[in-house]
């Protein structure tokens, strides 16, 4: 007599990854943005701007950071006034377009400048675009260049809901649910900057433990002091 095991969907855990980051503050960065490069999305007559975003001190932000560790490619701003050009900043979550330096990041967006008052720069995590990537259907190319030559088709991946996640939080991440359905990740593909920020509810709160279900503008934002937090996704 042999023993079978079953294959059942939904038991397997994808790799654990962690994240000790929390939100980059204005008081210890002299945050400055500039938009040195235009160009006008194909089709639309939108002109936006590759906005780099440069820091005081290296901000730690990374796309290929060691294993097991979550890496960065979405983030969100705090206390930021908009000051030329369509949208806000404030609330509303960017894809990070390139890491040129451990000082600096870009992004795309219709705001051609703004004035950082007490800002945080939050890193964003997206579930369901970690578990694209884990699986290899992700990457992280939006834009042709960093010239204005702007790709119109998202690499953003809508994959529906990440069929549960098991969270241990610390001090540094809150998981958040988006209740209206207007958190999409902006960047070349989306057009204009929203000027009312999405609106964000807390499913799991820092230093909290549970399993949830993400769905495709659901997030984990980092926030608070030093801490690490984990996140095994079910697949």
């Known amino acids: 007599m042999s023993d079978l095991k079953i294959a059942v969907g939904g038991l397997d855990y994808l790799a654990e990854q962690s994240t000790t980051q929390f939100a980059i503050t204005n008081a210890a960065n002299a945050l400055s943005l500039s938009t040195a490069s235009a160009g006008t999305v194909s089709g639309t007559n939108i002109t936006g701007y590759i906005a780099t975003l440069t820091f ?3 901000h730690g932000l990374t796309f290929t950071p060691s294993a097991n560790v979550l890496p960065n490619y979405f983030i969100k701003f705090a206390s930021a006034t908009v000051t030329g050009g369509t949208g806000v900043l404030s609330g509303n979550t960017f894809r990070i377009l390139s890491i040129p330096s451990a000082t600096t990041l870009t992004f795309y967006t219709t705001v051609s400048a703004a004035t ?3 800002a945080s720069v939050i890193p964003v ?3 369901v675009f970690q578990q694209a990537l884990l699986s290899g259907a992700a990457t992280n190319t ?3 260049g960093t ?9 953003y991946p809508y994959y529906g809901s ?3 996640s098991n969270l ?3 001090a540094n991440c809150t998981a958040l649910y988006n ?3 207007s958190a999409t990740p902006l960047d070349a593909s989306t057009g204009i900057t929203p000027s009312t920020a999405p609106t964000f509810r807390t499913m799991l709160a820092a230093s909290a433990t549970g399993q949830l279900r993400f769905g495709p503008y659901d997030q984990i934002a980092a926030s608070g002091t030093t801490a690490t937090s984990y996140i095994s996704i079910v697949q």
């Not at 010239?147 to 690499?155: H, K, L, V």
């Open 179 to 181: 209740s209206d359905n």
């Open 142 to 144: 939006l834009a042709s």
């Open 147 to 155: 010239t204005g030559s702007f790709a119109t088709s998202g690499g």
């Open 168 to 170: 241990t939080l610390g």
């Open 56 to 58: 005081a001190t290296a």
């Open 162 to 164: 990440v069929q549960c």
């Open 116 to 118: 950082f008052s007490g």
């Open 125 to 127: 995590f997206y579930p």
